[in-house]
């Protein structure tokens, strides 16, 4: 059964960093690219990084380009989102997705049950 | 960056009727397009993949249609269980999420 569980949300002030995980189990790990999305409270879906299941390329939205850098450990099945100069509208659920394939961003067929991030002084 | 807006934005709909609701992109994706339905207080679930494609475990009565610019999303005949709001994404370029259409009661 594929289960992804994100970790490292929390409250920081603007400004701020925070780096978050997402521990996947039930699958091949390396083969397939990993996605975050996020949600601001009461709004809808923003894809925000994907990464190639070799860690090899590596894909932002524009809102967080130059920002927050993805980055993952197939050794230990694992996907970070580091998350740099924090703004209050990065507030949001995020959310780690696996892809179906191994490159890109493609379409998303698992996803964990999201963390919480909160900027706010 | 490529943009997608759905419309309607919120619906009202009753058990048993026929729902469409639609997704264009800001330019020509071809097929690549994505439906995921969300709950409330729950993690979005793939319906329909590259345009037309239903997702294993997913009840027949949705279904996906369009190419280019413009693309659907039906379901046939509504259930208690759909209601909830219905995500476009587009895969030819990153990926970008429409803005979501809810439907109601």
């Known amino acids: 059964e594929v289960q992804l569980l994100e970790s490292g949300g929390g409250l920081v002030q603007p400004g701020g960093s925070l780096r978050l995980s997402c521990a996947a189990s039930?699958?091949?790990?390396?083969?397939?690219?990993m996605n975050w999305v996020r949600q601001a409270p009461g709004k809808g879906l923003e894809w925000v990084s994907a990464i190639s299941g070799s860690g090899g390329n590596t894909y932002y939205a524009d809102s967080v380009k130059g920002r927050f850098t993805i980055s993952r450990d197939n050794s230990k099945n694992t996907l970070y989102l580091q998350m740099n100069s924090l703004r209050a509208e990065d507030t949001a659920i995020y959310y780690c997705?696996?892809?179906?394939?191994?490159?890109?961003?493609?379409?998303?067929?698992?996803w964990g049950q999201g963390t919480l991030v909160t900027v706010s002084s | 960056d490529i943009q997608m807006t759905q419309s309607p934005s919120s619906l009202s709909a009753s058990v048993g009727d026929r729902v469409t609701i639609t997704c264009r992109a800001s330019q020509n994706i071809t097929t690549y397009l994505n439906w995921y339905q969300q709950k409330p207080g729950k993690v979005p679930k793939l319906l329909i993949y590259?345009?037309?494609s239903l997702q294993s475990g997913v009840p027949s009565r949705f279904s996906g249609s369009g190419s280019g610019t413009d693309f659907s999303l039906t379901i046939s005949s509504l259930q208690p269980e759909d209601f909830a709001t219905y995500y476009c994404q587009q895969s030819y370029s990153i990926s970008t999420f429409g803005g979501g259409t809810k439907v109601e009661i």
């Open positions: 997705a696996k892809d179906v394939k191994a490159i890109r961003a493609y379409y998303f067929d698992y």
């Open positions: 590259a345009a037309s």
């Open positions: 039930g699958f091949t790990f390396k083969t397939f690219a």
